[in-house]
């Protein structure tokens, strides 16, 4: 398969179209803020307008308890929310491909060891552990926050990256590049790791989803990253507000259909990939 199947795969371009725009509004973040409240105006700054205004030409989602403009929170948020993802999901596809290329690819007893080791951590329940550390911990900075929430999600990337290494390792050009007297190193990046990056783009996706909602979970009680404004804090604080029985909708509204149309986009994203790249999942979903 090719990129131009992928890009002949409906799902993948409306995933990937959402995902984009969701990501061309986190970039340019400074630039809109800018726009919606001034240059020198510090959005998280309280009491610069009045609380709880209804949407207007001048704020477009109105403002929150403390005055703020809340399209411009609701930037920031997405911005912070997107960055936390991602680096948690690269960071959790990175490890996960390095466990599951060395134990797909070796076998034996290396591949038992790892194998026991990712099973092990796999039954580990994340969210009350994630609980628990971010509790003791003083302050959780997002790169802090990144590498706790990959921690215990490696395992599904080590799982599937290791089956197609398994398979990947038996093929013909594997034994050709064996008797071409290539070393493991060469044979695992020149001939395994390219047939690998449909999976990557799978795993990648899987995990930023998986990340972006333990995420959640822990700002929705409070235990998020210190000091930071994401999706999860802002419902986290309207929740607090009381802002559904004051009739403020459009609050808790707003940042959870951000959540919701980012998963949708990974979502896509992940099943045009699956469809695209493996050929017995075409069919099953309408296409």
Known sequence: MTLTSLLHSRYFLIGFTLLAALALIAILEPVLVASLVGAETNPLQQGTFGIFEPPSAEHPLGTDRFGRDYATLLIIGLRFSLTIGLLAGLLSTLVGTTIGLISGYFGGRVDAVLRTFTDMVLVIPELPLLIAMATFIPTVTIPLMAVLLAAFSWPFSARTIRAQVLSMRERSYVDLARASD??????????????????????LAGSVIGAILAQFGLEIIGLGVANTMTLGVLINLTISWGAMSLGQWVLIGAPALLLILIFLALNLINIGLEQTFNPRLKGTTGT
Not at 184 to 202: C, H, K, R, T
């Open 182 to 203: 290539m070393n493991n190193v060469q044979i695992v990046f020149f001939e395994i790791m390219p047939n690998l990056f449909p999976f990557l783009g799978v795993s």
